[in-house]
């Protein structure tokens, strides 16, 4: 009608689920709550439609249903894009990866972490011959390293996160609990003198504390970015981890604080010789 011609705004535009998600969960980064009524009518979409998505990102821990509409986690910072993840501090990765993978012995069994640092490592291990077991959460670690020579690649079940492409939940849990590995590689949010290593999703955290009980030694891979930061889900403090391998500066508080607990703190500048606190 003419009237919508000239009033846009009221055209009902039916977006897919995927972006109508990442709009809802951009809208609850500038606002505290919002509601399903007014999520519908923004969309076009009915209430039904809205619940439906609160109830997919609350699954993911990113957002929380309340009576009536959806609110952010405590103010808390969401966890970014994948993608935008692995692009963040690449080369530094790459230069992580090379390291910690210098620290494994062939034949281990090696829980791989999600995430794209770990992502990293996984790309690192191929070519090398150490002929390891790997076990993994990560999709992306397992096609990594799938037709990887003389190397076994155990998936762990559960949900799938859309995104960072991981599984979670209690059957994750559980079947990295029928497993005795020598090494757990994981990737964290946040690492702090305090609250120890954090990660953004309660999800994730679950099954890194899982993967940490079925270990020997859990080493910790995170780039500088990461230190003397805390995020929502607790993982473990400080002391529950054998190493920490960085390119920050040992001097750096979080990482004095590591060393003092006993962790073997191993630094890697980007361009130059690794060595330890």
Same mark, same amino acid.
């Given at each position: 009608?003419?009237?919508?011609?000239?009033?846009?705004?009221?055209?009902?535009?039916?977006?897919?689920?995927?972006?109508?998600?990442?709009?809802?969960?951009?809208?609850?980064?500038?606002?505290?709550?919002?509601?399903?009524?007014?999520?519908?009518?923004?969309?076009?979409?009915?209430?039904?439609?809205?619940?439906?998505?609160?109830?997919?990102?609350e699954r993911d821990g990113l957002v929380r249903k309340v009576l009536g509409g959806a609110?952010?986690?405590?103010?808390?910072?969401?966890?970014?894009?994948?993608?935008?993840?692995?692009?963040?501090?690449?080369?530094?990765?790459?230069?992580?990866?090379?390291?910690?993978?210098?620290?494994?012995?062939?034949?281990? /069994?090696?829980?791989?972490?999600?995430?794209?640092?770990?992502?990293?490592?996984?790309?690192?291990?191929?070519?090398?011959?150490?002929?390891?077991?790997?076990?993994?959460?990560?999709?992306?670690?397992?096609?990594?390293?799938?037709?990887?020579?003389?190397?076994?690649?155990?998936?762990?079940?559960?949900?799938?996160?859309?995104?960072?492409?991981?599984?979670?939940?209690?059957?994750?849990?559980?079947?990295?609990?029928?497993?005795?590995?020598?090494?757990?590689?994981? #990737?964290?949010? #946040?690492?702090?003198?305090?609250?120890?290593?954090?990660?953004?999703?309660?999800?994730?955290?679950?099954?890194?504390?899982?993967?940490?009980?079925?270990?020997?030694?859990?080493?910790?891979?995170?780039?500088?970015?990461?230190?003397?930061?805390?995020?929502?889900?607790?993982?473990?403090?400080?002391?529950?981890?054998?190493?920490?391998?960085?390119? #920050?500066?040992?001097?750096?508080?979080?990482?004095?604080?590591?060393?003092?607990?006993?962790?073997?703190?191993?630094?890697?500048?980007?361009?130059? /010789?690794?060595?330890?606190?």
């Amino acid at each position: 009608s003419p009237d919508s011609v000239n009033n846009p705004s009221r055209f009902e535009i039916v977006i897919s689920g995927q972006k109508r998600r990442q709009a809802i969960i951009e809208k609850l980064q500038s606002t505290s709550d919002v509601a399903f009524a007014d999520l519908a009518e923004e969309f076009g979409v009915s209430v039904m439609t809205v619940r439906r998505d609160v109830d997919y990102l609350e699954r993911d821990g990113l957002v929380r249903k309340v009576l009536g509409g959806a609110m952010n986690l405590a103010t808390r910072e969401f966890e970014p894009a994948f993608a935008t993840r692995v692009a963040v501090a690449a080369a530094e990765k790459v230069f992580l990866a090379d390291a910690l993978v210098n620290m494994l012995l062939p034949s281990q /069994t090696v829980i791989l972490d999600c995430g794209s640092t770990v992502l990293a490592v996984a790309k690192s291990i191929r070519g090398r011959n150490l002929g390891l077991t790997i076990i993994t959460s990560s999709l992306l670690a397992a096609l990594e390293l799938v037709d990887e020579p003389d190397t076994d690649v155990i998936l762990a079940g559960g949900h799938l996160r859309a995104g960072e492409v991981s599984l979670v939940g209690p059957e994750a849990e559980l079947i990295l609990s029928w497993y005795k590995a020598d090494v757990f590689i994981m #990737g964290v949010a #946040g690492v702090d003198a305090l609250r120890g290593v954090t990660d953004y999703h309660p999800g994730e955290a679950a099954v890194k504390r899982a993967a940490m009980a079925a270990a020997h030694r859990t080493i910790v891979v995170a780039d500088h970015s990461k230190l003397s930061t805390t995020h929502l889900a607790s993982i473990a403090p400080l002391n529950k981890i054998s190493a920490i391998v960085t390119d #920050g500066d040992p001097a750096e508080p979080t990482m004095v604080a590591a060393a003092a607990a006993g962790v073997d703190v191993v630094c890697v500048p980007m361009y130059g /010789t690794q060595y330890s606190a």
